[in-house]
């Protein structure tokens, strides 16, 4: 048997903000909180143990001495690309540059604490 990921945990300034981010991105909700500040959301009516990740916002005070080296690819659900697109930057995130070139079909975005991650192009079973 092989393992797979239960949890992600995301160090944050701000739980509650990135927690409303992240949840309204995924179509998360919230799962329980820490005595420590942090929250965990996840898929509803599944939670921790599910077969999707849950996410745990974990609240870190230091300064982030440089990007991520780990980032999220998202993809669209129920829309297509563009109008994702225009979800996500109503939602707060913003674009960022890593380099790309522009031939790209994924757009390179940052969440509100300046996390990168990826809308990706193909639409998928949200299931």
Known sequence: MAC???ELILECADPERLAAFWSEVLGYVEIGREDDGSIEIGPPGVGFGGPQPTLVLSPNSAPRAEKLRLHIDVNPTDRDQDAELERLLALGAKPAD????GEEDWHVLEDPEGNVFCLLHRRIDPA
């Open 4 to 6: 797979r990921i239960s």
């Open 98 to 101: 890593v380099g790309q070139t």
